[in-house]
């Protein structure tokens, strides 16, 4: 196949004419022409980072790690995670870029990344109990030694060490490298350096000694667990800076992923488990037996594969992209999927619970582990294998009508409805979540993925359409090529060209894909669905434009304006049907409503299925 | 710093110019032919050593300079790349097919197939893909030019050479099943 591609290389025999190319290079120079500027990147949702960043502003304008009165300002409702079953508490933190987080005893401390913010919470009460900001972009925390040590890619790598008891930065410490992954053993702290070596840090903050490989997250049978970049060999690494007591055959060829695919370790039944985090095809779980110094494939679990850990005899694995909380049988290899009200971004044990930070609303939940939590309901049809795309589908179809088709949006891809899908799977329907693993699509492409994979699925219509956001070009595109639609239910749809309207008032903060002629992408969509069952969720705009973070960040009159255009644009999505409602979702919005009112969502959607 | 890299900052910054010109015209021309087609490929890879001009006193040294030039390349092509990506394809696929020396009319039929596949692949896949086995990069200099870790260079690459073939291989199975229909010309 790389043989047959390097042929098909259409350039391969394409000389330049080389005085003509060096006479345009020759031209500009001369003339000092502007230069063209380089592509901006594309920053998805400008003004939900525009409001994040406002949040931050005014929740952290405080000197370097002085304790700070709010978290945030635009902390989300909790309301739907403290219903959701198993959810023992639900603790609201900062929003946005929840990557770091350790637990000691009955103590939790996160990082949210994107704010700055370090937070301290009880696991006995669930209540923040002090919250710092840290001037610095941390992505990692270890707890050790009495203090916590915050691993930051500024300044070319550093650490910093943080004294909870004065409730300051007291040491930073330059590791001329970009860090990776560290972990506490002994009286150290160990932190991986450019994915080549692991730097040994001791409590006084001095680099000890440095040892060769990668560092993996995690420990287990009493080692840390490194990677050596030279044989993808996966090595202990123990507190007398010894590797190598163990090894573990970890090279490629294997049905498991080589060594420097290894995520993260944890021990389970005396044995080391290894999860492989981003490894679609195949096993993503493996073993490892000190005994027999075996090691071998275990399980095969999902994308977006975060944390694993052991706890109350089970390994727990997260799941970014399908939102789940993964309960493995380390003897039998036994899984159950409990879908997350949220994105999870890291998993502790504090308190004899498990605790779960959740990037997406900005929460930490604590989870009873021994309740009926709710389980996913058989898979229908997953097609994972043949498309960049996922079509995940579940539920019996015991109760009868349409295919409910959850349909994404930027942010709300397909794990963001987790607990929509578990919910009306459980009510007997079948419910397919529809998404992206990953790469950039427009609207137009994605209806036609989606057709292409109902009918590769063989999943039968009629359809109702559930879209999210700006998910609903996509589903008016799908609409206007189906026959067989039962209904749609809008959730929160942005307006058509709003991201250009929002990027002419605000051009500072312009960001929107200049690829996408929106225009033309819903050229063929219909401006009049009939007499179609149709519901319109429609956000707060009290919640959000006109919230008093936005109003504060951008003046009056321009949120007004913003406002007034998404106004525009839901009258125009009302008047799609002359058989429309719309409810709305009070306090909240801006791609919160399937994280904090899921409730609503579901009884929107039974309803329309009623009418 | 090397010797020679001392001695390369010495030289006055035409002649420095120059031998980066040199040294990488020929490749720089074809990275941008094969995302817009021949017809702008020129002006793309004259922006290209514009900013490479402009910017000669902040690039690296040695090998990195390349991957340097190509990471240029990249965000120069990115912004024309999408607003002419459907005529580019058509482009390249032209100059691909009529190859009127191409007495090899299976293996002309498998490349046009590999070509579609890697149409419908994403746009990060198929940049790795082509950076990789038609820019001849290393994974180092893949990594600097998409702005990754090396490690996600090879497991990305792994994944988007698993998904070309899947998808090559159903549109050769599509292709050589009896009940597949041509499309009328």
Known sequence: MIELLERADPAKDLDADRGRLRG??????????????????????????????????????????????????????????????????????????????????????VMTTLQNVLQEVSAESGEVEATFSIDARVEGLVIGGGRLWLI????????????????????????????????????????????????????????????????????????????????????????????????????????????????????????????DGDHPWGTNLNVFDPDSSEFGAFASLTFGLLDLIEFDGYLWVTSSSDHLLI???????????????????????????????????????????????????????????????????????????????????????????????????GEGHIVCANGYVEGETTPKQQAADLEEALTEADIPGPYLLVAAVDGVHSARLFAAGADDLAGIVLVDPMPVGFQGFYD?????????????????ELSESLDDLGDLPLTVIEQDPNAVFLSPGFVEGFGREAAESVDAYWQRGLAFYRGLSSSSRSV?????????????????VIEQVLELLRR | MSERSALELTEPPGVRFDHLFEANYSAIYRYCARRLGRSDAEDAAADVFTVAWRRLDDMPEGDARRAWLFAVAHHVVGG??????????????????????????????????????????????????????????????????????????????????????????????????????????
Request: net charge negative; aromatic share 6%; hydrophobic share 40%.
């Open chain 1, 504 to 520: 002419d008032l605000l051009p500072d903060l312009a960001g929107h894909p200049p690829w996408l002629d929106l225009d033309a």
């Open chain 1, 327 to 425: 309960r493995i049988d380390p003897t039998s290899g036994e899984q159950h999927r409990y879908p997350l009200p949220g994105k999870p971004a890291g998993l502790v044990v504090a308190d004899d619970a498990l605790w779960v930070t959740l990037y997406q609303p900005g929460a930490l939940i604590r989870l009873d582990t021994r309740a009926d939590l709710i389980e996913s309901s058989p898979i229908v049809a997953d097609d994972w294998n043949r498309f960049p795309h996922r079509l995940l589908c579940t539920g019996s179809g015991d109760a009868g009508g349409p295919t409910i088709i959850l349909q994404p949006s930027d942010w709300i891809d397909y794990g963001s409805w987790s607990v929509i899908q578990a919910e009306l799977s």
């Open chain 1, 152 to 275: 930051s890619p500024d300044n070319g790598g550093e650490v910093l060490r943080f004294d909870p008891e004065r409730g300051a930065v007291d040491l930073t410490i330059p590791v001329e490298g970009v860090p990776g992954w560290a972990g506490w053993l002994g009286d150290s702290i160990w932190v991986s350096r450019d994915q080549a070596d692991v730097i040994r840090i001791s409590t006084e903050g001095e680099i000890v000694d440095t040892v060769p490989g990668e560092l993996k997250g995690g420990e287990g049978l009493g080692y840390l667990w490194v990677s050596d970049p030279d044989t993808d060999l996966i090595s202990s690494l123990s507190e007398a800076e010894q590797l190598g007591d163990m090894v573990i055959p970890t090279e490629p060829g294997l049905e498991t992923m080589s060594g420097s695919g290894i995520r993260q370790v944890a021990e389970a039944d005396g044995r080391l488990f290894l999860l």
């Open chain 1, 24 to 109: 345009k290079v020759d031209e500009r120079i001369g003339l000092s022409a502007p230069l063209r500027p380089p592509a901006i990147a594309r920053i998805r949702k400008p003004w939900l980072i525009a409001v994040a960043s406002f949040a931050a502003v005014i929740a952290v304008a405080v000197p370097v790690a002085l304790r700070t009165d709010s978290p945030s300002v635009f902390a989300p409702s909790l309301d739907g995670l403290a219903a959701h079953p198993g959810v023992q508490a639900a603790v609201p933190l900062a929003s946005g870029g929840l990557q770091a987080m350790d637990a000691e005893d009955d103590t939790i401390w």
């Open chain 1, 584 to 600: 709305i979702a009070n306090g909240t919005g801006l791609d919160m409503v399937t994280w904090d009112q899921p409730d609503l």
């Open chain 2, 80 to 185: 024309q790349y999408r607003s002419r990506e459907r005529r580019s394809r058509l482009s390249t696929r032209l100059e691909q097919t009529t190859d009127p020396n191409n007495e090899h009319l299976e293996l002309a039929g498998d490349i046009d197939n590999l070509l579609t596949a890697l149409d419908g692949l994403s746009r990060t896949d198929q940049e790795l893909l082509r950076l990789s086995s038609w820019d001849g990069l290393t994974r180092t200099e893949i990594a600097h030019v998409l702005g990754i870790k090396e490690n996600a260079v090879d497991q990305r690459l792994h994944r988007a050479r698993n998904r070309l073939k899947l998808r090559f291989d159903r549109l050769d199975s599509e292709a050589s099943s009896p009940t597949h229909k041509e499309t009328p010309a």
